[in-house]
């Protein structure tokens, strides 16, 4: 059974989408494709990452159940690499990590319906072991119509550098840990589209810049919907898994919109811009976001992890948002959103910080 769909499957009720038509045009802002992150689908595996058979089919049947279109991810980046408007509720599912639940659990039960999904695998990993996926399992996926992707070859915190690396030895480091697994995937599936994720779904501005230099379309971890203006190397995806498991978490993410943003900069204070999303324990870093709507300026919460609500302004037409606390080292996300105007949906943009220790120095183990 091939599990790519076929023409009908991407409007399982076109009539009611015809309908609705005039409503979504007369709309502004109505599209909002949303992309699925998983990692592990069990009950065995570390619950941090993880999302039990049964929570994972209950929120499946919640898509079948309220009409959305299940579409292949690369037809999503082919539509943000034209600029193209996106449909509303539609959603791409991808997987992470090359781990063999999703052959064994994942896999069934999707390709049992019929939908495509994206899986993204760290190719040194392939084989290795009990708990991760054999290339011969990968292509029997991909004969069926799954993606099989690029998330690097040794599945490193790509925007870290090695002690005494220069700029220009980490790009090739890099570079090469991104190419090995192109080709090994090309090797062993026969096609390897351009797309990938990063590991742990961090990056920088030096790893957008690589990723785009190479020719990718790059997937993070960081909440929010698509839009036809995303940075396409810092595509999001909602993760779900350990906390966010529960149905009605799931709901509301897959029903938000994407908040309609023109412009996003970083702020080291009021009169200091930023390049980078790396910054140091106890900096307070300011996000400045310009959007389309300015109504929505004064409607925006915007929330940092392990702080609750942060501090907004508005400014000259412009957002600025910081967190209260000084950020600790690790990684940091501000979450802004604002009520849509639809029952149960939201805007969302959420912005990822690269916390080090006080020193720049990385504080987690290699």
Request: aromatic share 12%; proline share 5%.
């Amino acid at each position: 059974m091939n599990i790519m769909p076929t023409g009908n499957y991407y409007c399982m009720k076109p009539l009611a989408r015809f309908l609705l038509l005039p409503i979504l045009l007369l709309a502004i802002n109505t599209q909002a494709a949303v992309v699925l992150l998983y990692h592990h689908v069990s009950n065995s595996t570390p619950k941090s990452t993880s999302i039990s058979p049964a929570a994972f089919e209950a929120q499946m049947d919640y898509l079948a159940e309220h009409d959305f279109a299940v579409v292949p991810l690369l037809e999503l980046t082919e539509k943000l690499r034209k600029g193209e408007p996106l449909p509303d509720k539609t959603v791409a599912i991808s997987f992470d990590d090359s781990y063999v639940s999703v052959y064994e659990s994942a896999y069934p039960r999707l390709k049992k319906r019929g939908w495509p999904f994206t899986f993204f695998v760290n190719t040194d990993s392939v084989g290795t072991g009990k708990v991760f996926v054999s290339w011969e399992q990968l292509r029997e996926m991909a004969k069926q119509g799954v993606t099989i992707a690029n998330h690097t070859s040794q599945h490193n915190h790509l925007p870290r550098r090695k002690k005494d690396e220069s700029l220009v030895q980490w790009r090739v480091r890099i570079a090469a840990e991104i190419n090995q697994a192109q080709a090994k995937i090309e090797q062993e599936i026969g096609t390897a589209p351009m797309i990938m994720a990063y590991p742990f779904g961090e990056y920088d501005v030096d790893v957008q810049q690589l990723a785009k230099k190479l020719g990718y379309v790059a997937f993070g971890q960081q909440s929010g919907a698509l839009y036809e203006q995303a940075d396409l190397q810092s595509v999001p995806r909602f993760p779900f898994g350990g906390s966010f498991s529960e149905l009605d978490d799931f709901i509301m993410k897959v029903n938000t919109k994407p908040m309609p943003i023109k412009t996003v900069s970083f702020y080291s204070d009021k009169n200091t811009k930023q390049k980078n999303l790396t910054v140091k324990a106890g900096d307070k870093p300011w996000l400045v976001l310009t959007l389309d709507d300015t109504s929505l300026l004064k409607k925006i919460n915007c929330f940092a992890t392990g702080q609750g609500a942060i501090t907004t302004e508005v400014i000259d037409n412009t957002l600025w948002a910081q967190a209260k606390q000084p950020l600790k080292p690790g990684r940091t996300r501000y979450n802004c959103t604002a009520y849509a105007g639809e029952k149960g949906r939201f805007f969302w943009y959420t912005q990822q910080w690269l916390v080090t220790d006080k020193n720049g120095e990385w504080t987690y183990a290699d």
